[in-house]
């Protein structure tokens, strides 16, 4: 009694990176996502994270980051930005799929996209630690006046950020909230290369990173990354707010990787609900 | 002399320890693709560092071999990144020094099932995939003490042997099908676990450790401890093509140690 969906191959999926998102995901995976199976993973330690995976059920090969493609029909970018070409461009090159976390990095390197234009690959940039990047494409389709975020961080989620570091901004000690940063999400993202791949996400969805305006503060009284958005378009005016629950790494909220996983789960999902 | 290993998938188990490694880092020089097997994490990440210096790249495993349930899905995994296993070191980690009396059957069991059982069950899973390929090496890590027993190490005189009367009967078995089923015997190699070995006669004895080797030594004809490369390159080559009419032997890597025939 076979139907369709049932003969599909399954997506052999690969994550790039096993810290906080990768690990989750791959649990989630190892744990059973319906049409997709847990391929092949890559770090920078290859021997740690096969200890990290060893109580797996099915513990994927911990291989290369080149070896990665040959393995895998779609790839997780969750690691370090610097890695971001390494991991993507043979499944871009192979018309893949690649899932990229590190969303800020794609500013700097437009040719990512062509890449995957030219073969028939594609970017998928998931709503990750943010919401309603669907609304946001949406209105985008229109005509967006303003898209405004405002960033309000835990003092710890901050601290050693390039652009704190080299304005000489000391936020250790601080008693009160602290706007610590004004401008546009293509500055965040080079000052702020950790944190700010949710701005560059939402500038990704909407007008772009010169257009969307930007505020980051540093507020000692937090304990989750809290993001507030207006829109204003022609066809809607919405605000939304999001606050994140931290993971094992402060820098990257819980719901980063389950947005990933849903992403997974819709790939084959005979109801798939939102755009 | 091109050995035939490259691009052949070789298992090391045991991979972290002194004789693991550098049989993995000999496989790897000869263009193996080595999948590496440890239980100790540490250990693992310095010979995976040894392999990548060595101009190579292992596969890491985290494997307690002694847990049979695992045994699928880590040949999973190194089938799907490096293809079937062609060539299988079935190295395992020593026992506790003990005498031959007194040891508790828990004891026993557990050894037999870490050291014996684990490596006919793994073999058993490796075979099917060289007897489709018409090309297959198994080789076995034992210990000299399965022909001259080492006094105080009666768990591993006794279970090494074991693997000894397997591997001959396993070789008669698969040799029509092109694979090869070898034991090889390390004597005094300078290894940690032979430091260790040192370590507890010297303690046992209340003598130097200096003083225990030295003794150690003056027995071995060579009138030193082999090294690790040396036994690497031994196991390397019963693994390779050109080893392809070697079967059901037990060889001996100890300088000389063992006096019998």
Known sequence: ?275 | MDLGLSGRTALVLGAGGGLGRAISVALAREGARVAAADVDEAALRATADAVTAAGGSALPLLWDIADLAVIEARFAAVEAALGSVAVLVNNTGGPPPTPASGVEAAVWQAQFQAMVVSVMKITDRALPAMRSAGWGRVVTSASSGVVAPIPGLAISNALRLALVGWSKSLAREEAAAGITVNIVLPGRVATDRIRFLDEAKAKREGRPVAEVVAESTASIPAKRYGTPEEYGDVVAFLASARASYVTGSVVRVDGGYVPSL
Not at chain 1, 177 to 187: A, E, H, I, Y
Not at chain 1, 234 to 239: K, W
């Open chain 1, 1 to 275: 009694m076979n139907t369709r969906s049932d003969e599909r191959a399954p997506v052999r999926v690969a994550i790039a990176g096993l810290g906080a998102v990768g690990l989750e995901v791959a649990r989630a995976l190892d744990a059973g996502v319906p049409g997709c199976v847990l391929a092949a993973v890559s770090a920078n330690d290859r021997v740690k994270a096969a200890g990290r995976l060893a109580g797996l059920a099915h513990p994927p090969p911990v291989v290369p980051i080149e070896d990665l493609e040959a393995l895998a029909d779609l790839v997780i970018e969750c690691a370090p930005a610097s890695l971001l070409e390494a991991i993507v461009e043979p499944f871009l090159r192979a018309g893949k799929i690649a899932v990229v976390l590190s969303a800020g990095a794609i500013l700097t390197r437009p040719h990512l996209v062509d890449l995957a234009k030219a073969n028939g690959g594609q970017i998928v940039v998931p709503t990750g630690a943010l919401l309603g990047l669907d609304a946001v494409t949406a209105a985008a389709e229109g005509t967006i006046h303003s898209v405004r975020m405002v960033t309000r961080k835990p003092v710890k989620g901050l601290v050693g950020a390039p652009y704190l570091v080299e304005n000489d901004i000391q936020i250790d000690d601080i008693r009160e909230p602290l706007k610590v940063f004004s401008g546009t999400p293509r500055d965040a993202a080079i000052g702020f290369p950790a944190n700010l791949n949710v701005a560059v996400a939402l500038s990704l969805a909407g007008i772009g990173p010169d257009r969307t305006t930007l505020e980051i503060w540093a507020d000692p009284a937090l304990t989750r990354n809290t993001h507030r958005i207006e829109v204003d378009a022609d066809s809607a005016s919405f605000s939304m707010s999001i606050e994140n629950i931290p993971s094992d790494n402060p820098k990257t909220g819980r719901i980063t990787a389950l947005s990933v996983i849903s992403y997974l789960r819709k790939l084959h999902a005979p109801l798939r609900v939102g755009s």
